[in-house]
């Protein structure tokens, strides 16, 4: 069977889309396969031949595969920085509130961005150091740092310890989410339930552990 129809399907389509619409395409592809298989992993002719173009015109948008990797790593950084910064900064939330909001917003993340999460905890650093995944965790325990200070001082300890606190815990969440993503669809762990244990630990420490602990705050339960 001749592929010569096929072939100029392909160029009608490529003719059709925008260069923003190409950009958004090729931005996709890499995505998906930077995720499956890490920068070095990944070539420029595998990004092409996935997006059905030649190598050009990866060139021309990003400059090359580095290029192309930084504006994906970026986007990421933004998403989950935004949607973690916005949780955390919830007006007039009770500290245990702003935990499990933190929580959750990490834990929605990785359930909606699984590819852009793999990219991120895994070398978002070999071209963005200041956009890697630890860069990331570490301003978000700097915000949290100031809430435990506050919340210490209230309760007569010692604010000086809130930032080793503050690192405890958002680390916590962020490696359990890492196992969650990579166990989920074995153990069907609902995330409600992975973030209610994070914070059951996080707020009563292993002493004070509630048996069946449960969310205190509202939210949507479609997960």
Request: aromatic share 6%; proline share 5%.
């Amino acid at each position: 069977m001749s592929t010569a129809p096929a072939a100029a399907r392909a160029r009608r389509a490529r003719v059709r889309m925008t260069r923003a619409e190409r950009r958004e395409q090729l931005i996709d592809v890499a995505r998906a396969l930077f995720a499956e298989r890490g920068l070095e992993g990944t070539s420029v002719e595998e990004i092409a031949a996935h997006a059905g173009v030649s190598k050009p015109v990866v060139y021309e948008h990003f400059g090359g595969k580095e290029g192309l990797y930084a504006v994906v790593v970026d986007r990421e950084v933004r998403t989950l920085h935004d949607a973690i910064r916005t949780a955390i900064t919830t007006p007039r939330a009770t500290p245990r509130a702003l935990i499990e909001l933190g929580t959750l917003a990490l834990l929605d993340y990785i359930d909606d961005h699984p590819n852009g999460f793999r990219i991120l905890s895994r070398d978002s650093s070999a071209t963005s150091p200041e956009g890697s995944f630890a860069t990331i965790l570490s301003d978000i325990a700097s915000r949290v740092e100031d809430l435990l200070g506050d919340e210490f001082t209230k309760r007569g300890f010692d604010p000086g310890t809130a930032p080793i606190y503050a690192q405890m815990l958002v680390g916590l969440v962020a490696l359990a989410g890492q196992w969650w993503m990579d166990t989920r669809e074995d153990l069907a762990l609902p995330k409600p339930v992975v973030a209610a244990h994070l914070v059951n630990l996080a707020w009563n420490g292993m002493r004070n552990l509630d048996p069946s602990p449960t969310l205190h705050g509202r939210r949507r339960t479609a997960d």
